[in-house]
């Protein structure tokens, strides 16, 4: 008899524990953090890259041969248009030629090509350039499904190294490339003076820009293809399909899937499945 009442209580012993962690087990909660959608304005932009120039920025060439004989301005003076820049020297079976006199065709800061002194010159090779630099401008290429969004005067933000620049659009193209289907556009800016031409740039465009729009930081959002959210509903995670619009600067225009007052996973979300309990640990 003492036997039988051991065995019993061993038995309701195990089966005790058995409960007790099975409870424990069910006990354990995934911890998350959590964020509510919020109504603003979100835009997409784009980066292009490019080549700062001069405002105008033109080369100079001759339109007879000759040898080269002298520069008549230093490299980087300020010259007008019309203004003796250089001069070549002609040289035919022993007749005598007036040198060659190569005027400035704009005004602008003059930056030579280096030749030595009596080395012949043809009218295909330039021989100094003239930029303006009270502006500078960045010819870009737009794909077509962006380039109905800019406009004349739009404002771009001009990127070279650790400097940033204000500038506005001034030319877009009236048809695209026939062999790339882009459209072209010229953007200006003011430089500062350490600024110099053929300086590589990126250009930033704001291409379309909505507002009271429902947007939430994009972590949020998973997949590619198919995106969804986690939504915490009475402690319960629940995976709910949405559809995406805008995504830039780290936030994700919702269009449909998700209102304002659903609880959205921020943190932890890569590790949820569909049911699983969680456990809001700061957040909405």
């Known amino acids: 008899m003492k036997r039988i009442l051991l065995s019993l209580i061993v038995f309701l012993s195990i089966v005790s524990c058995k409960k007790e962690k099975i409870s424990k087990t069910e006990e354990i909660r995934i911890p998350v953090t959590t964020v509510k959608p919020v109504r603003g304005e979100i835009s997409f932009k784009v980066k292009l890259s490019g080549k700062v120039e001069g405002n105008p920025d033109v080369l100079v060439f001759t339109t007879v041969p000759g040898y080269y004989l002298k520069r008549l301005k230093n490299e980087g003076d300020y010259v007008r248009k019309g203004d003796i820049i250089l001069l070549l020297e002609r040289r035919d079976f022993g007749l005598k030629f007036e040198p060659v006199k190569i005027e400035a065709p704009v005004s602008g800061r003059i930056s030579y090509f280096k030749f030595d002194k009596g080395e012949y010159i043809t009218p295909n090779r330039p021989l100094a350039r003239i930029y303006g630099d009270k502006e500078f401008k960045v010819k870009l290429s737009l794909p077509s499904d962006y380039a109905k969004y800019i406009t004349k005067g739009k404002k771009v933000k001009v990127f070279v190294n650790s400097d940033i620049y204000t500038g506005r659009i001034t030319e877009i193209s009236s048809a695209s490339d026939p062999f790339t289907g882009n459209f072209y556009f010229e953007a200006v800016f003011k430089p500062d ?81 569909e049911g699983m309990k969680v456990e809001i640990v700061n957040g909405g």
Do not use: H, M, Q, W
Request: with cysteine; hydrophobic share 40%.
């Open 193 to 273: 003076k350490k600024l110099l031409p053929g300086t590589p740039c990126e250009v930033e465009v704001e291409v379309l820009k909505k507002e009271n729009v429902l947007k939430l930081p994009s972590k949020c959002v998973l997949g590619a293809a198919k995106r969804s959210v986690f939504v915490v509903k009475n402690g319960v995670a629940k995976r709910i399909p949405v559809i995406t619009g805008i995504e830039s600067e780290g936030y994700v225009e919702i269009i449909k899937g998700v209102s304002e007052n659903d609880l959205v996973v921020f943190k932890g979300a890569e590790v949820l499945r």
